[in-house]
Nanobody, 119 residues
Framework: QLQLVESGGGLVQPGGSLRLSCAAS????????MAWYRQAPGGRRELVARIDRGGSTHYADSAKGRFTFSRDNTRNTVYLQMNRLKPEDTAVYYCNAQLLLGGMLNDYWGQGTQVTVSS
């Protein structure tokens, strides 16, 4: 019911900024809780930030004060503005949607976008 396509990754110097986008297909986007996860080489996939249907956000400690998560339900898109990037932010970033359908929680994932922070 949902397909997710991320964009906006790339190579940036430490201290720089990037904005990731995740566009969702499907008419039920506004009902979904959205999140960004990341996975560094050799590491586990970890939550970066989550935004619920009403726009309330939750950030991992590593993202607080530097990243801003927002959603535009008119465009079926979420954004992750990442500022003051650090080398340890280097990872593949994945967009996630959680949707309650028929009493069951469904997870949807994008294909991921690479973020590399390096001088």
């Amino acid at each position: 019911q949902l397909q997710l396509v991320e964009s906006g990754g790339g190579l940036v110097q430490p201290g720089g900024s990037l904005r990731l986008s995740c566009a969702a297909s499907g008419s039920i986007f506004s009902r979904a809780s959205m999140a960004w996860y990341r996975q560094a080489p050799g590491g586990r996939r970890e939550l970066v930030a989550r935004i619920d249907r009403g726009g309330s956000t939750h950030y991992a400690d590593s993202a607080k004060g530097r990243f801003t998560f927002s959603r535009d339900n008119t465009r079926n898109t979420v954004y992750l503005q990442m500022n003051r990037l650090k080398p340890e932010d280097t990872a593949v970033y994945y967009c996630n949607a959680q949707l309650l359908l028929g009493g069951m929680l469904n997870d949807y994932w994008g294909q991921g976008t690479q973020v590399t922070v390096s001088s």
